[in-house]
Every structure is written in C-alpha cells, then in structure tokens.
Nanobody, 125 residues
Framework: QVQLVESGGGLVQAGGSLRLSCAAS????????MGWFRQAPGKEREFVAA????????YYADSLKGRFTISRDNAKNTVYLQMNSLKPEDTAVYSC??????????????????WGQGTQVTVSS
C-alpha cells in the first residue's frame, strides 16, 4: 500500500514558478515509477511527467518540455514537479501517482495503482 500526499499548489501570476511535492508513505517508493497528471475543469486528465524508480529516466508531455522538471529524492520518499514560466492554461488540479517499476508506457494513467488527492494550481493572467 502506498499513500501519496501532494503539496505546493497555489495561486501564481503568469510567468511565475511553483514547485509541487508529493510525499509517499510505505517502503516501496524507491522501487516505483512516479508520475504527475493534471486535470482542468471540464477537461480530461492529462499526463504531465514521469520518472523512473532510480530517477535515471524521465518522460514529459511534449507540450510541457522545457518548462516542467520532474525529480525525486528516494531518501525522502518524495517526488517533485518544478513548474516554470507558468501560463493560465496550466491551471488544473495536479496529482501524483505511483506504479510498478516497469517503465513501459509511463504516460498511461491506467498503469498507476496509487493516487494522491491532488493540489490546485491556478495561474492568473
């Protein structure tokens, strides 16, 4: 069992930055692929980024490359999402998720068994 708790969301002006954190409980964090997804009102859930169990591999949604960076600290059981140059269209609830260490299709939300409750990010224009 893995429990995930996100933090770091809030209100920011366009062009600003936020760093989201996702703290995980349980002893299996370091063996899991971690992902970030987001969902805006009235829209489908969207893949943001994923990171392998070791942190050696990362994968991003094409539209977010260069602005968002995913990282992890296995000693702290935490995964991060650094978001720069934020735009109003980045407004959404951001959730972290955990799957097995299998790196295949990290963008597929159906592969993730554990989810956090989400944190709201609002970018004002």
């Amino acid at each position: 069992q893995v429990q995930l708790v996100e933090s770091g969301g809030g209100l920011v002006q366009a062009g600003g930055s936020l760093r989201l954190s996702c703290a995980a409980s349980g002893r299996t964090f370091s063996s899991r692929v971690m992902g970030w997804f987001r969902q805006a009102p009235g829209k489908e859930r969207e893949f943001v980024a994923a990171i392998s169990w070791s942190g050696g591999s990362t994968y991003y949604a094409d539209s977010l490359k260069g602005r968002f960076t995913i990282s992890r600290d296995n000693a702290k059981n935490t995964v991060y999402l650094q978001m720069n140059s934020l735009k109003p269209e980045d407004t959404a609830v951001y959730s972290c998720a955990a799957k097995t260490r299998n790196w295949a299709t990290p963008q597929d939300f159906l592969q993730y068994a554990y989810w956090g409750q989400g944190t709201q990010v609002t970018v004002s224009s």
